[in-house]
């Protein structure tokens, strides 16, 4: 039973519930999965998407520091 209490102190603590907390880190998981075809696509040839890991980084950054000051008003 603690992981039902440590997912429902979770929801409380970035303020969701619990179909808002899926979608969302599905929609995470998505960013996540894009960035990674992105690197390996690099590793192979150095000379495409130079940037793209740093920018997907930094978009994940700032959707999470967005979502979190969203969810603190």
Known sequence: MEIV???KEHL????MNYFEHCMFSMFLS???FIA???AFF???IPGIFTTTSSEY???IALILKHTRSDKRN
Not at 12 to 15: F, L
């Open 57 to 59: 980084s930094e978009l």
């Open 42 to 44: 690099h590793a192979i």
């Open 36 to 38: 990674a075809i992105f």
């Open 12 to 15: 409380q603590e970035v303020n």
């Open 5 to 7: 209490q440590k997912s």
């Open 30 to 32: 998505f960013q996540f």
